[in-house]
């Protein structure tokens, strides 16, 4: 992803809320915080000075897979900021990326290789969860047959 190669934000003092460094992309109120789109395949990346969103849109097959993501990326974003818990419309997932994000070359890095990586991580969790429900369903048709009369 190339965004990640530019990528330099600055915090800025917010007009909107009174002088703390607010991200711009989440608030999109004034000039000083102006949202540059950028449009990829499967990609919508919205960048501001001191912030950005980068969104995803993920090949799910059915809609248990939508309900096991939505599950997942709940879970997963209590444990980190970068997940949104809620992706922007239109999208399956979305990642907020701030300075902290990117403080470091390694922050820099392993955000951009998370955010890459992604979708890979997610099919194969979500392989590993239907592999689980089918043994589950397998167990359980054999444990009832076996009280057929």
């Known amino acids: 992803m190339e965004f990640f190669k530019n990528i ?29 789109v950028i449009l990829e395949e499967d990609f919508l990346i919205e960048n501001t000075v001191n912030s950005a969103i980068v969104s995803m ?3 799910l097959e059915d809609e248990f897979e939508e309900v096991l993501l939505t ?10 900021s970068l997940v949104m818990k809620k992706p922007m419309e239109g999208y399956q997932v979305s990642f907020f990326i701030d300075q902290n994000a990117i ?3 390694e922050k820099r890095r392993k955000t951009e290789v998370f955010i890459r990586e992604f979708p890979n991580m997610w099919k194969s969790a979500m ?3 239907k592999s689980v429900l089918n043994k589950w369903e397998r167990d359980a048709v054999q444990d ?3 009280r057929l009369p």
Do not use: M, Y
């Open 144 to 146: 009832i047959a076996t």
């Open 71 to 80: 599950r997942f990326l709940q879970s997963l974003g209590s444990k980190t």
């Open 127 to 129: 392989t590993k969860a």
């Open 103 to 105: 403080a470091t070359p």
């Open 57 to 59: 849109l993920l090949k």
């Open 8 to 36: 330099e934000f600055n915090a800025i003092e917010c007009p909107k809320r009174g002088g703390i460094d607010f991200p711009c992309v989440i608030c999109q109120q004034c000039e000083i915080g102006a949202v540059e």
